[in-house]
């Protein structure tokens, strides 16, 4: 018996009854997966993405739970499945659609899985994945495909490194990918968080404050973006602060942000997009103009969703903060920052780390490269580890 055909092929006579194998290609960006789901994922009801979204949610949520969790995944994975039809393609304005998702749901936008995304859509050549992939223009010149994906939050312009091989066009993994946001804005600045004293932090305490500043943007996702010295804490970058700590500070501060509703209306988005996804930390070089170029380069540790820390630089994340610098007046037009991760700030690192600058129309341009890990097929043998699990 060969069993691993068997299970590749879903034809191991253990399987659970009507178990479907849903095959995903695997990627990083800087370190943060993405599993891209390509085969066996059910067709989603709905006339546009967003119904898409919330069918997803509804009636498919135990296939997420599969893929996500342990034992196939883990607290930090990142999904991405490819919805090949949406009513964005159907009118011209996008070449394939996807809905993003994490150890707690659905996230509108996610710049990392972006990245590695436009490298798999121009690698495959499988018209039932990417059914418009013929029509993706290559420009033999600069040495680029260029392709519309259309997200929850809306159309981002994805442009792709890549090389010829004979009849056939593949990504170039020695160059960056980069993407062009939807539109992404500062929504308050120097907001003034009040923490009641049951919620505070040590580090807080410490301080003898009883609140702290932050600003809220959105590049796609709506984020929180506090310095380190608001939370009470100094020297992030060096690792002299635990994760567990900054994941206390911050959650708390989620809480009390994200139960403040207001915030997020009346910004012209759709009501599925008006929700907290994350919280920034980073150091008080946010603070200074140019944000310290392309030389130092910007931290940014982000909790996000149920807390998962972002290994990558966070895309969307790079796409809010240079909105919020470019209204502080900090960052020019087409001025270039490179932001880190706590991976990509490590030596050997700089792989991971993204550049941003503005681009025009309140669009922010994100750079990065995206790696291949492997490819899996996923089945379900035993009833315990169906939905997966989370310690």
Not at 84 to 113: Q, R
Not at 287 to 316: H, I, K, Y
Request: glycine content about 12%; charged content about 25%; some cysteine.
């Amino acid at each position: 018996m060969d069993v691993y055909a068997d299970i590749v092929s879903g034809v191991l006579h253990t399987l659970q009854p009507k178990t479907t194998v849903i095959n995903t290609v695997d990627m990083h960006t800087g370190g943060e997966p993405t599993r891209i789901v390509v085969q066996g994922y059910p067709a989603l009801e709905g006339k546009t993405l967003l119904e898409k979204r919330v069918y997803a949610r509804e009636q498919l949520d135990h296939l997420r739970q599969r893929l996500m969790r342990e034992p196939r995944g883990h607290k930090e994975m990142y999904g991405a499945i490819i919805v090949p039809e949406t009513e964005k393609t159907a009118a011209g304005e996008a070449d394939v659609g996807v809905l993003f998702c994490h150890n707690e749901g659905y996230s509108t936008m996610c710049g990392h899985a972006t990245i590695a995304l436009g490298r798999f859509l121009i690698d495959t050549h499988d018209a039932s994945v990417f059914p418009r992939r013929k029509q993706v223009p290559f420009d033999e010149a600069k040495g680029e495909c260029k392709l519309r994906l259309h997200a929850p939050c809306g159309v981002v312009n994805v442009t792709v490194p890549s090389v010829r091989e004979g009849e056939s066009i593949r990504s170039d993994p020695d160059r960056e990918v980069q993407f062009v946001s939807v539109r992404s804005f500062a929504a308050a600045v120097d907001l003034v968080v009040e923490v009641p004293e049951e919620l505070q932090w040590p580090e807080l305490g410490n301080t003898a404050r009883h609140a702290v500043k932050v600003d809220l943007a959105y590049g796609g996702a709506f984020y929180v973006i506090v310095q380190e010295k608001e939370l009470g804490f100094e020297r992030v970058r060096e690792g002299k602060v635990g994760l567990n700590r900054l994941d206390d500070a911050t959650a708390v501060v989620r809480q009390l942000v994200g139960s403040r509703k207001e915030l997020f209306s009346g910004h012209g988005l759709d009501e599925d997009l008006e929700d907290l996804y994350g919280v920034i930390v980073v150091d008080e070089g946010e603070g200074r103009a140019g944000l310290g170029g392309l030389d130092e380069g910007r931290l940014g540790v982000c909790f996000f969703a149920d807390q998962q820390v972002d290994r990558s630089p966070t895309g969307s994340g790079v796409s809010a903060r240079v909105a919020l610098a470019r209204a502080k007046g900090l960052l020019g037009e087409g001025e270039r920052v490179r932001f880190e991760s706590p991976l990509s700030a490590r030596p050997g690192g700089e792989a991971g780390a993204f550049i941003g600058s503005g681009a025009g129309a309140e669009r922010v341009r994100v750079e990065g490269r995206a790696f291949y890990t492997g490819a899996c097929a996923f089945v379900v043998e035993d009833h315990f580890a169906s939905s997966g699990f989370v310690l």
